[in-house]
């Protein structure tokens, strides 16, 4: 499809698709808020171990953004942008259905990883086959979609906490399930003629760099900040963190030479 533009109707229907998918996703970053004393009663957790919630996902999510968008040029926009929706729908299940904080964990990971391919994977596709007078709009709308939603989202959640902490992510599953029949029946397939190599080192250290930044910054006390920032369970993460940000680079200015 790249390089090919659309007609009108299309590209307002693709549009249409992508605010609902970018809505859904970035929904998610605020709901859990106003979710998280709701679920620490539950599985009678600290405020520490809860934070974990927010974190995981936040993890997925960085990794998810470039690792999906590189693999939509590979394997074509429509595939991988069904398969983000896919995960956070199998992530918002797991989430849903869970009996166990580690079921939680797993599915925040899932979910985190779908949703950071949405938006990326939907800008690629409107760079794709917008006209270029159109793109900019088309991005901008996007951009409001995903910071109206995310301030959005805590007051969601406050509104779906009376029937269970659980409804704030199975109200994600039929919504998932329209985007993917919405996306099936209206995105173009596109063959992807382009000898592409995905780096894999490049993802491997991409990912070390999210786990080791976000470890280390939650386990930073605020309430004795410095003390914690030197302590064994920050200092090492956050070192190791900034040691691989000039490998990462370098890794990646290879990819690109070869």
């Known amino acids: 499809m790249e390089g090919k533009t659309l007609d009108k109707k299309t590209r307002n229907l693709i549009l249409l698709l992508f605010l ?13 808020g106003p979710v ?15 934070s974990w919630i927010f ?11 470039p690792v999906m968008a590189k693999f939509s ?50 800008g690629a596709f409107i760079g794709d086959g917008f006209p270029l007078e159109e ?6 709308i996007l951009g409001s979609v995903f910071g109206i939603s995310a301030i959005g ?20 599953i039929p919504i998932a399930i329209f985007i993917i029949l919405f ?16 780096d894999y080192l490049g993802i491997i250290v991409l990912s070390l760099l999210a786990v080791f930044l976000s470890y280390g910054l939650n386990q930073i006390d605020s309430s004795n900040f410095l003390s914690s920032l030197l302590s064994i369970k920050v200092l090492p993460y956050l070192l190791m963190f900034i040691i691989l940000i000039p490998i990462f680079l370098r890794i990646e200015r290879r990819a690109e030479e070869s």
């Not at 793109?135 to 901008?140: F, S, T």
């Open 73 to 122: 040029d590979f394997y074509g926009r429509k595939k991988i942008f069904i398969f983000d929706v896919i995960l956070f729908g199998i992530g918002s299940c797991l989430i849903a259905s869970s009996i166990s904080i580690e079921a939680i964990f797993l599915g925040r990971i899932v979910q985190g990883f779908g949703c950071g391919g949405i938006f990326p994977v939907a």
């Open 135 to 140: 793109r900019g709009k088309a991005l901008g």
């Open 55 to 65: 974190t995981l996902f936040v993890i997925s999510f960085m990794i998810g953004s």
């Open 36 to 50: 998280l004393p709701s679920i620490e009663q539950s599985f009678h957790l600290t405020s520490r171990e809860s």
């Open 183 to 198: 996306a099936w029946y209206i995105l173009p397939s596109a063959e992807n003629d382009r000898k592409l190599k995905i």
């Open 153 to 172: 989202g805590p007051l969601v959640g406050a509104a779906l906490i009376p029937y269970g902490w659980n409804w704030c992510f199975t109200i994600n």
């Open 20 to 32: 609902i998918g970018v809505f859904m996703g970035s929904l998610d970053t605020g709901i859990i």
